[in-house]
């Protein structure tokens, strides 16, 4: 299904963001445990794992949210012990959830809009005024927005306060919010989850659109084995925060650990 | 005419943009707005100054309130004594500087209550919800404590209360006991139509989406480059700023005097229940809030008046009480996110009446 980027030029690729020996513990809980992986510029590095194996965890470590006890995270060439919220979304880092984290009380259209808050930066007596250069900023935003919105096909529920809208297309504006910021890394967390087979293809094309057309180096985290073997370059395989597997989809299939801790357990 | 949008095609994003994109919508505005400029000329004193007046500065209050609480969604209980803030502010100002323009007072004073409101909002960045409401309590408190006791503040007057001097603007009286009705009429309508323009400005563009994302997911909005404690401060700076221009107009232009009970803890609840039954996150909603919980009463008392019913005053002074604390239960079961849900919702069936959807 997946041909183009597939192969030697993507695994010759420049690393994009590295962990190393992450390691993240709550109180008594170990949830990531002395992890070390790579994410290549331009490509789908898959995230899997059984539930609570840590892999939303990971997440939450490289977008800032959650900051490790012990280990190193190098973003675009830049070596730190921990990354900050605000620094993860300057740098380029965009993100969607496992349980939705729309704004809820606002519409689909300014939801989106939100995402480029970062890229906005009219002085608030512009904004007192919404005029000159201020409403100029808004149009132009507006029709990038727009261009997300026509790729997503959600032209219709624009003006609808997301907290009404079906599951499906929740998680479709969550993705256009991320997309608003332009990232140059989208972290995917279960994009998939609760949907059914038609919404699934759906959100795979727009992955991989995403990934062709704009270059976007995407994370993802999934439990759909089909989809993972799909769309991705290269899976990390957590199981109770640890690496158990690193490889190309085929090597992960064949990995007798990884058939072990997860393939075998029936989902 | 239908209220249809039938027709309206928009050819570019700014038209899009708009904040009333609907012709009908712009019409019913500007009627409104006409009905406001004449209505001094229907020569009623009572409703220009014990009706309308106090309405447009309690709304400009509830407005102020809206965009801390309904907006960014940081309950706050300390609006009485940011109005407070206001109000001393411009008498000192005017006191010390008799010679500026008062009306320039008015608009500094929410620069004073801005600050105020700044500093009190830095708990946010920690505590959130009820314990929030506490902090602001705090506030509250505290500054009530300030109006009482630091006798500088109301120019050590024996009875602890400031009287508003008289001040003109171009040569005609506008505060104090000699200023026509009218005049401060549309002093306070040119106030509320400004500011409320400046309110709806700031919600629709990016200010106002940061705001909203922090009220919704705080950790989502952050995660997407919003920074948390800048985006706080500034609603309390401007929820503060608004509240302070209320209170600098309803001691200057309505009142004409004050004392410190003005401002106390009865007041930041009324402004909190105009937003709750008017509609959290709305500007109409601070419109429609303020105008059923004070307007609402001074209609049913005159009610059996009207109707040429004769019942006692106190009997009517209880009526009043027991019908608007029903119709205010009633509209909160009918539509617990406020009255200009109801009205949404109403034009929405509007715009596509006949049909059911
Ligand atoms: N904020 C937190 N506080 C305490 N424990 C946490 C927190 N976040 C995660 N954990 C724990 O860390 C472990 C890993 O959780 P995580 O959510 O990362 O798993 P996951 O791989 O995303 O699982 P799932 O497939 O169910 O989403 C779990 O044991 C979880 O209980
Ligand atoms: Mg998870």
Known sequence: MRAPTNGPDVAAGDVLLAVENVSLSFGGVRAVSDVSFDIRKGEIRAIIGPNGAGKTSMLNVI????????GRITFKGQTRPKMRPYEAADGGIARTFQNVALFRGMTALDNIMAGRSLKMNKSFFWQLLRYGPAM???????????????FLKIQEIRRIPVGRLPYGLQKRVELGRALAMEPELLLLDEPMAGMNLEEKEDMSRFILDVND????????????????MDLSDRVVVLDHGEKIADGTPDEIKSNQAVIDAYLGVAH | MLYREAGQFKTDYASDQAIFPILQDRIGLAVILAVAILLPFANNDFLTNAVMIPFMIFTLAAIGLNLLTGYT?????????????GAYACYKLTSIFPNVNILIWVLCSGFFAAAVGTVFGLPSLRIKGFYLAIATLAAQFFLEWCFIRVSWLYNYNISGAIEVPQRTLFGIIVTGPRATAETRYYIVL????????????????????SWMAV??????????????LPTKLLAFAVSSFYCGVAGALMVFLWYGGAEPT????????????????????????AYLGAALIFILPIVLRFAPEVLGLHIHAATVEHITYITTGVLIIFFLIAEPAGLARLW???????????FPY
């Open chain 1, 63 to 70: 977008n800032g949210f959650y900051h490790p006890q012990e």
């Open chain 1, 136 to 150: 100029q900023e808004e149009v132009e935003h507006r029709a990038r927005v727009e261009e997300i919105i026509d």
């Open chain 1, 213 to 228: 057309h704009y270059g976007t180096t995407i994370a993802l985290i999934e439990h759909d084995m089909g989809v993972v």
């Open chain 2, 73 to 85: 969604g940081l309950l706050s209980l300390g609006t009485g004594a940011f109005m407070g803030v």
């Open chain 2, 190 to 209: 040119g106030f509320l139509v400004l500011m409320t323009w400046a309110a709806s400005n700031v919600v629709h563009g990016r200010i106002g989406r």
């Open chain 2, 215 to 228: 009220r919704d997911m705080d950790i989502a909005a952050e995660l997407m480059g919003i920074r948390l």
């Open chain 2, 262 to 285: 003005v401002f106390n803890i009865n007041q930041s609840f009324t402004i909190l229940f105009m937003i709750i039954i008017g509609g959290l996150g709305s500007l109409l909603g």
């Open chain 2, 344 to 354: 949404q919702v109403g034009k929405q069936k509007l715009r596509v009446w006949p």
